[in-house]
């Protein structure tokens, strides 16, 4: 007789499992997280016995040639540099956003785009009906795309479409969280759940060769939902960003195994569907107010692209006994950590005003390079001296006040200078191509030096 499975209690945020319930998950310390699921590993016949024999593997040195990955085009040159040149035949995609940001509709677009070019393209969704996909479909213009729908959230189900049929070239999964196993006793959305689809789907596709595109929901904290071990079985990861106050929008790659990380695509929310931007830096600066103290422009690097954003600061003496520090676009700890910086090795104390931080359009900048721009805004307020229009600032600055060098100094600089900027404050140290990049340098070894630039502060 065989014996029932076994349960287990599964936190739905970390993936960590207990014997027994709990109101506080013992790893990630959340509440009313735990989820009692059946343990697949103890139902008989799932793992490896002594009477099963495997074959040999054939094994292979380093040395060899490989043939060159085979690209499938998107249609959209924005997904195509953040993808590395196309969508590879066999690979699995995750690409996660809150709700609303317009995941469904980037999806949408390119599953019309290579259904025109002739390729077999099957769009399931489990969250909406046929019915609303068609709707936006009509609204986008993309009513005419022979792309094949379907609203099913059962997993046989989805894998016996997929089987039945001319093979695909496209699958499109919206979403993850909402499909479920027969075999699984446990709620769709739950971590075995998640990870039962995504190993099936994932092998249909590597042994297919088609296209995989999952779509996750985020957690309040911005993070892929799920056990954490999806995002290490697909081949990519994106995160879709942006601020519904405004209308652009940020495909990031975290993840690629075909191409570079950090890479970024920019596109517009229009009402005719996501409008790709080709040059996010005239974006990004359109609608500066050169003549206004403390807006400094940051000559950024995002992956392989240079893209010259605004970063706003606004610097209030304070009533509060605590003063306030609010930031939109930048991680609050290296604001924090400026300031103090700022304070200890250049005398500009700040600890009775209110600071207030934004990167303009919406955009989040997480490299460190960002500092020197952060500080020129910060100064340019506190001392309400307007800094010039045609400068721009990048690199980092250490706790000793020192600047260090950034990479892609020359990249930075040759978009600065495309876009009509006459000089830039750089590190001193790094190595810069003038005759490429035609811009007058300062060198800055030290946050004093920019601080005296810049003029005295009250």
Avoid at 24 to 52: F, I, R
Avoid at 124 to 152: C, K, N
């Amino acid at each position: 007789m065989a014996k029932p499975a076994r349960s287990s209690f599964v936190c739905q945020n970390c993936g960590a499992s207990a014997t027994r319930w709990t109101g506080k998950c013992a790893s990630c310390g959340e509440w009313n997280t735990l989820v009692e699921e059946t343990d697949p590993g103890s139902v008989p016949g799932s793992g490896v016995t002594k009477a099963s024999r495997g074959r040999v593997v054939t094994l292979e040195s380093l040395k060899g040639h490989s043939k060159d990955t085979p690209r499938i085009p998107t249609g959209m040159p924005e997904l195509q540099r953040v993808t590395g040149g196309g969508l590879v035949p066999g690979c699995a995609l995750l690409i996660g956003g809150e709700p609303g940001i317009g995941k469904s509709t980037l999806l949408l677009q390119l599953a019309a785009n290579l259904a025109r070019d002739g390729r077999r393209t099957i769009y399931f969704s489990g969250e909406e009906a046929i019915a609303q996909v068609r709707l936006r479909a009509e609204r986008l213009g993309l009513a005419d795309a022979p792309v094949a729908l379907g609203a099913e959230t059962n997993l046989s189900n989805i894998l016996a479409t997929l089987g039945d049929g001319p093979q695909p070239d496209l699958v499109v999964i919206d979403s993850i969280q909402t499909l479920w196993a027969d075999a699984l006793d446990a709620a769709p959305g739950t971590v075995s759940q998640v990870r039962a689809a995504c190993q099936s789907l994932i092998r249909f596709a590597k042994q297919t060769g088609a296209a995989l595109l999952l779509v996750g929901h985020v957690t309040k904290d911005g993070q892929i939902a799920g056990p954490k071990v999806v995002e290490h079985m697909v081949d990519t990861v994106l995160y879709f960003e942006g601020d519904r106050g405004h209308p652009f929008r940020i495909l990031r790659a975290v993840k690629n195994r075909f191409g570079a990380t950090e890479e970024i695509g920019v596109f517009e929310m229009v009402g005719a569907g996501l409008r790709e931007v080709a040059n996010p830096s005239e974006l990004f600066l359109g609608e500066r107010d050169s003549h206004a103290p403390g807006a400094a422009v940051f000559a950024g690097v995002e992956g392989t692209r240079p893209l010259l954003v605004e970063i706003q600061a606004l610097v209030a003496s304070s009533t509060l006994g605590t003063p306030r520090r609010a930031v939109v676009g930048w991680d609050s700890n290296r604001l924090s950590m400026l300031l103090a910086v700022l304070d200890a090795r250049c005398g500009v104390s700040l600890a009775q005003h209110d600071v207030y931080l934004n990167v303009a359009g919406g955009l989040k900048i997480t490299e460190p390079a960002a500092d020197v721009a952060v500080a020129a805004a910060l100064l340019s307020s506190f001392s309400g001296v307007a800094l010039p229009s045609d400068h721009v600032y990048f690199g980092e600055i250490s706790l000793s006040g020192a600047v260090r060098a950034a990479g892609h100094m020359t990249t930075r600089l040759k978009e600065a200078n495309k876009l009509g900027f006459k000089q830039a404050a750089v590190p001193a140290s790094g190595e810069v191509d003038t005759s490429a990049a035609k811009i007058r340098l300062t060198r800055l070894t030290h946050l004093k030096e920019l601080a005296e630039s810049i003029g005295p502060c009250h």
